[in-house]
C-alpha cells in the first residue's frame, strides 16, 4: 500500500501534546469508565438511513430482527456529515469535515497547514485529506496508554476508492491512512492496518484480541454497492450476509464474552432530502466546512445497534448518539482524554442507559497460557506492562485536566 510520509517516530512528548491541544478550549479527563469493557469492536456498514436499515421492510433481517432481539437498537444514533470520509475520520479523531474529506478525497492530498493549527475542541483549521502529526486519533492515545489496536479491511489495501473484481476496498473507508500520525511509522501501520482475514486467528484468545478493532467491510459487503462488481446483490442483503458471517464470530470469541462491546452503525444516511443530512447531540460545524452535511447540518439518522455482556437483550434506546458520541465512548471506557469534537461540551457518551446488565458467565473457555522467551510476531500488547514515561505522562495530565461530569435522563424501553 502507498502511504505518505513525513518525520520519524511519533515522541511521547508529541502525544502528550496531543491529548491537551486535541481537547482545545474544553480539555476534559475521562470519566469513570462506565461499564467495564476492555474489547470494543466497530463494524461500519454504507450509505442507509433508519427506517431502511432497521425498518420493518428491511432487506437484512439478521441485522433488523435478530441482533435487536439479543441487543440494544439505538434508534437516534446520526452521521456528522456527508460523503463518507468525514464521518469515519471523525470516528477516530474528532475532526469535523473539510471541503476535501466532504468530496471523498479522491487525491491523497496532505492537510494544509502544516503542523496543524488547532482551534476549538482541538479542531486542525485548514482543508485537506491527510491530517498532520500533530493530530491525534484514538490508535495513537491507545499506543501511548499500553493498550491495542488494529484495523481490519477487507480486500487488499491500496490507493483505489472504487470496486473492481477482486479487489473491492475503497480507502476512503479506511480512516487510519488519513493520519501521518500513524502511516509515518509505516512498520507499526502495517503491523496494525491489515486484512480482514487475521481477525479470524486474532479473537482466539483474550491476549491476541485487540482492546480495539475497527472492521471495514469491502464496497460490497458494507452495503455501498448494488449490485456489486462480482454480481453479488450488494446493498443491505450482501451487508446482512456478511453480518451473518462474522458477528457469530465476534460474539463467540473470549474476549467479547469476558468483557467486550460491539457497534454496527452506517456512515451516513442516503438521499439529497434535509432528513438525510439532518443532525443531533448539538453538533457544531467545525471551522472548515459551513455545513457538515453538504445540504445540512449533518450525516441524517443511521441508527446502531450495539451488542455487549453488559447490555440488556431486547432493548431499544432513544438517546441521541453520533460518531462523535462513539468516539467520547470508546475514551471513556479505556479512561482516555477526549479528541477533537469528542470533548463538546453537553455530548453524551453511552451510558447507564446503555450498560443495563451484568455479563453471564462465559460460555468460551479461555486458552491456557504458555510462557515462551521468543517473541509472538500476532500478540498484540494488552493492558499492563505501561512504561514508566507513560505512567508519568498520563499522571501530568490528570493534573491538568479537570473531571466533568455529565447528567441526563436516560430513555430506553423494553421491547
Request: aromatic letters at 8%; hydrophobic letters at 40%.
Amino acid at each position: 500500500m502507498r502511504r505518505l510520509r513525513r518525520g520519524g517516530a511519533v515522541t511521547l512528548a508529541a502525544l502528550l501534546g496531543w491529548v491537551v491541544a486535541g481537547s482545545g478550549n474544553a480539555v476534559h479527563a475521562a470519566p469513570a469508565p462506565p461499564a467495564p469493557i476492555k474489547h470494543v469492536f466497530v463494524i461500519v456498514l454504507e450509505n442507509k438511513d433508519y427506517d431502511e436499515a432497521f425498518g420493518p421492510a428491511s432487506p437484512a433481517p439478521y441485522l433488523s430482527k435478530s441482533l435487536p432481539a439479543r441487543g440494544q437498537l439505538l434508534t437516534q444514533y446520526y452521521g456528522i456529515g456527508h460523503e463518507s470520509l468525514d464521518n469515519y475520520v471523525a470516528m477516530i479523531s474528532g475532526q469535523a469535515p473539510n471541503p476535501l474529506t466532504q468530496a471523498d478525497c479522491n487525491v491523497y492530498q496532505d492537510f494544509a497547514p502544516s503542523p496543524a493549527v488547532l482551534g476549538g475542541n482541538g479542531q486542525a483549521i485548514g482543508q485537506g485529506c491527510v491530517f498532520p502529526d500533530n493530530v491525534a486519533t484514538v490508535a495513537n492515545q491507545l499506543d501511548a496508554a499500553g493498550l491495542s489496536w488494529r484495523g481490519y479491511m477487507d480486500d487488499a489495501q491500496d490507493t483505489t476508492q472504487k470496486a473492481k473484481v477482486g479487489d473491492q476496498y475503497a480507502a476512503r473507508h479506511n480512516p487510519f491512512v488519513y493520519f501521518h500520525s500513524i502511516i509515518d511509522d509505516d512498520a507499526a501501520c502495517r503491523a496494525k492496518v491489515v486484512d480482514l482475514a487475521n481477525l479470524n486467528s486474532d479473537i482466539q484468545s483474550v491476549d491476541t484480541t485487540p482492546n480495539f478493532s475497527f472492521i471495514t467491510p469491502n464496497l460490497c459487503h458494507d452495503g455501498h454497492d448494488t449490485p456489486c462488481v462480482d454480481q453479488q446483490p450488494g446493498g443491505l442483503v450482501s451487508a446482512d450476509l456478511f453480518l451473518q458471517e462474522w458477528v457469530p464470530k465476534i460474539l463467540a470469541s473470549p474476549a467479547y464474552q469476558r468483557d467486550g462491546l460491539l457497534l454496527i452503525t452506517f456512515d451516513e444516511a442516503e438521499g439529497a432530502d434535509a432528513a438525510s443530512a439532518s443532525a443531533c447531540c448539538g453538533e457544531a460545524a467545525g471551522p472548515n466546512s459551513p455545513r457538515p452535511g453538504i445540504n445540512g447540518p449533518g450525516g441524517g439518522r443511521v441508527g446502531g445497534m450495539v451488542l455487549s455482556p453488559f447490555t440488556t437483550p431486547g432493548t431499544t434506546n432513544d438517546t441521541p448518539y453520533n460518531h462523535y458520541a462513539l468516539l467520547r465512548t470508546i475514551e471513556d471506557l479505556f479512561g482516555l482524554a477526549h479528541l477533537g469534537f469528542a470533548a463538546s461540551d453537553g455530548l453524551r457518551p453511552f451510558g447507564p442507559d446503555v450498560f443495563q446488565a451484568a455479563p453471564a458467565a462465559p460460555t468460551t473457555t479461555q486458552p491456557s497460557t504458555t510462557t515462551s522467551t521468543a517473541p509472538q510476531r500476532d500478540a498484540l500488547a494488552r493492558t499492563g506492562g505501561t512504561s514508566w514515561t507513560t505512567w508519568a505522562a498520563a499522571t501530568i495530565v490528570l493534573l491538568l485536566l479537570a473531571v466533568r461530569v455529565t447528567t441526563a435522563t436516560p430513555k430506553v424501553r423494553r421491547e
